[in-house]
């Protein structure tokens, strides 16, 4: 209690009251702060849910296509062989 025992009583509330001053101060920038992290966590989390809506439907498309080039191929292969067919090569 050394620096404690020279303080009189009116130095030391006022002491007490500076330090509980500056924890309010911090307690409330905290507060702010903590309400900002949550705010664009919030966000972010809205961001992620768009861009998977945003990713299934490409892959959805993706899928689409494959199978629309399959089916292309299939048909440009039958016609091949009818060409080739008609032009006396192998029989299909």
Known sequence: MGEMADLD????????????????????ESIARDKRLAERQEALAQSVELLM????????AIQKDAENIRTLARIAEMHERRLTSLEGGENP
């Open 53 to 60: 809506h945003e990713v299934n439907s490409v892959n959805s």
């Open 9 to 28: 009583k009116d130095e030391f509330w006022k002491a007490l009251n500076g330090m509980r001053e500056a924890m309010r101060e911090a307690n409330e």
